[in-house]
């Protein structure tokens, strides 16, 4: 058995081998070659190649001696080589090198053997999203592929439409045999009544083609409203759409037979409002209200009778109607001026001082009558006239007489622009 080699510690290099080591037959080849450092032990490769190195030791373990030398069994160690050198020059072939490693599997590290690389060497770059296993295609629990046409082919549907006569597609039922049973939300189409039908709230409605259908309680012809704010929903309003045109009220339109409310008051503009002849529509007849003062309501009553409006300037024959005078009345003045254009007649009741009677205001027309009548308080006063006033068939009186009326009726002159005096009545 070789001998083994004392390792003291504290030591220095190794500086002869001892006979009968585990060295001591290549010692030749060791010592004469090789130059130690201090720190450096003796290592010699598989191809003979010898070198020193610094080594480093797992000394943790170490039991310290300090007897005489003797063995001493060190255990088993790590130790890390640094800067080996040598070159292997066959002693280990490739092939015995793959044998002891073997090929790497997938829980031995070992060699990479030329399939594997292969196979490493032609993986894809990455794709940047997850892709489909196209093991699903067309499975069970799997999708669906796109035919030619990018289509989904009617063997992959549960209910194909062109082989099933009533498919069921989540609620909608196409071309049933008949109405199917109601439930809200679901939708059928009727091919032979073209109009496609949802339940809602315990009744089938229709919609896209076809007519609405509303309420039970509809009446032909009645004007249809919203039912609600939601603008699902329609009811009939009762009234019923009229057979001519509906009125706008912004539109020039002509409107017949109709009331209007005699309940509200009703305010029509003059030069809107046209009465027109029941025969002869060419026979019209307006108001104007422009003569009546601002902020001014005038009422007009009508007589209770059949008759016709009489015009101030137009000729017409009066019947049974009495002409109320204009009167001005006044207990005593000293002067007076007639307004021609107000007055018809003039009464003093009274008169206490002498009486100027001037010439009358306002614009008289040819033989506007004007009465005047005076009675003086019991004693005579004197009455002068303007030079308006003439004498004709009867003289202008200049004086009363006391306690006694006398009339005076003047009639105006248009050529002659003279109130003259046609009569002449004293109480007596």
């Given at each position: 058995?070789?001998?083994?080699?004392?390792?003291?510690q504290?030591?220095?290099?190794?500086?002869?081998?001892?006979?009968g080591?585990?060295?001591?037959?290549?010692?030749?080849?060791?010592?004469?070659?090789?130059?130690s450092?201090?720190?450096?032990?003796?290592?010699?490769?598989?191809n003979?190649?010898?070198?020193?190195?610094?080594?480093?030791?797992?000394?943790?373990?170490?039991?310290?001696?300090?007897?005489?030398?003797?063995?001493?069994?060190?255990?088993?160690?790590?130790?890390?080589?640094?800067?080996?050198?040598?070159?292997?020059?066959?002693?280990?072939?490739?092939?015995?090198?793959?044998?002891?490693?073997?090929?790497?599997?997938?829980?031995?590290?070992?060699?990479l053997?030329?399939?594997?690389?292969?196979?490493?060497?032609?993986?894809?770059?990455?794709?940047?999203?997850?892709?489909?296993?196209?093991?699903?295609?067309?499975?069970?629990?799997?999708?669906?592929?796109?035919?030619?046409?990018?289509?989904?082919?009617?063997?992959?549907?549960?209910?194909?439409?062109?082989?099933?006569?009533?498919?069921?597609?989540?609620?909608?039922?196409?071309?049933?045999?008949?109405q199917?049973?109601?439930?809200?939300?679901?939708?059928?189409?009727?091919?032979?009544?073209?109009?496609?039908?949802?339940?809602?709230?315990?009744?089938?409605?229709?919609?896209?083609?076809?007519?609405?259908?509303?309420?039970?309680?509809?009446?032909?012809?009645?004007?249809?409203?919203?039912?609600?704010?939601?603008?699902?929903?329609?009811?009939?309003?009762?009234?019923?759409?009229?057979?001519?045109?509906?009125?706008?009220?912004?539109?020039?339109?002509?409107?017949?037979?109709?009331?209007?409310d005699?309940?509200?008051?009703?305010?029509?503009?003059?030069?809107?409002?046209t009465?027109?002849?029941?025969?002869?529509?060419?026979?019209?007849?307006?108001?104007?209200?422009?003569?009546?003062?601002?902020?001014?309501?005038?009422?007009?009553?009508?007589?209770?009778?059949?008759?016709?409006?009489v015009?101030?300037d137009?000729?017409?024959?009066l019947?049974?109607?009495?002409?109320?005078?204009?009167?001005?009345?006044?207990?005593?003045?000293?002067?007076?001026?007639?307004?021609?254009?107000?007055?018809?007649?003039?009464?003093?009741?009274?008169?206490?001082?002498?009486?100027?009677?001037?010439?009358?205001?306002?614009?008289?027309?040819?033989?506007?009558?004007?009465?005047?009548?005076?009675?003086?308080?019991?004693?005579?006063?004197?009455?002068?006239?303007?030079?308006?006033?003439?004498?004709?068939?009867?003289?202008?009186?200049?004086?009363?007489?006391?306690?006694?009326?006398?009339?005076?009726?003047?009639?105006?002159?248009?050529?002659?622009?003279?109130?003259?005096?046609?009569?002449?009545?004293?109480?007596?």
């Amino acid at each position: 058995m070789p001998t083994k080699v004392p390792v003291q510690q504290g030591g220095t290099q190794l500086t002869s081998i001892p006979a009968g080591s585990i060295l001591a037959a290549q010692s030749a080849n060791v010592l004469s070659a090789v130059t130690s450092t201090n720190g450096t032990t003796y290592l010699q490769n598989a191809n003979g190649t010898i070198s020193w190195a610094t080594v480093s030791f797992d000394t943790s373990n170490l039991v310290p001696y300090t007897g005489a030398t003797k063995d001493v069994n060190l255990g088993t160690h790590n130790i890390t080589a640094n800067n080996l050198s040598g070159t292997n020059t066959g002693d280990e072939t490739a092939l015995s090198i793959k044998t002891k490693l073997g090929s790497a599997s997938s829980t031995t590290d070992g060699y990479l053997t030329s399939t594997d690389w292969n196979t490493f060497n032609n993986k894809q770059n990455a794709l940047g999203y997850t892709p489909e296993n196209i093991a699903n295609k067309g499975v069970a629990n799997g999708y669906a592929p796109l035919n030619s046409s990018t289509k989904i082919d009617d063997s992959y549907l549960s209910q194909p439409i062109a082989t099933t006569a009533s498919p069921t597609f989540a609620g909608l039922k196409l071309n049933p045999s008949s109405q199917p049973t109601g439930s809200n939300g679901l939708i059928y189409y009727d091919s032979t009544a073209n109009k496609f039908e949802f339940y809602q709230n315990g009744a089938w409605v229709t919609y896209g083609s076809g007519n609405v259908t509303g309420p039970a309680s509809s009446t032909d012809s009645d004007i249809v409203l919203f039912n609600g704010t939601t603008g699902t929903s329609i009811k009939d309003s009762g009234k019923t759409l009229p057979s001519g045109s509906i009125v706008g009220t912004t539109d020039t339109q002509t409107i017949q037979n109709k009331t209007l409310d005699n309940t509200n008051a009703i305010t029509v503009k003059d030069s809107n409002l046209t009465i027109q002849n029941s025969t002869d529509t060419t026979k019209q007849v307006k108001f104007d209200a422009s003569g009546i003062t601002t902020s001014t309501t005038r009422t007009y009553t009508l007589p209770d009778a059949n008759t016709t409006l009489v015009g101030i300037d137009v000729a017409q024959t009066l019947t049974n109607k009495r002409i109320n005078p204009r009167v001005y009345s006044t207990t005593s003045t000293s002067s007076l001026t007639p307004d021609a254009n107000s007055y018809d007649s003039i009464d003093i009741t009274a008169l206490a001082a002498a009486l100027t009677i001037n010439n009358p205001s306002g614009t008289p027309v040819n033989f506007q009558k004007l009465i005047i009548r005076i009675k003086d308080n019991g004693t005579a006063q004197t009455i002068s006239w303007g030079t308006a006033y003439a004498s004709a068939g009867a003289t202008l009186p200049t004086t009363t007489v006391a306690g006694k009326w006398v009339y005076i009726g003047l009639i105006y002159n248009s050529t002659a622009s003279q109130w003259q005096c046609v009569a002449v009545a004293q109480q007596s």
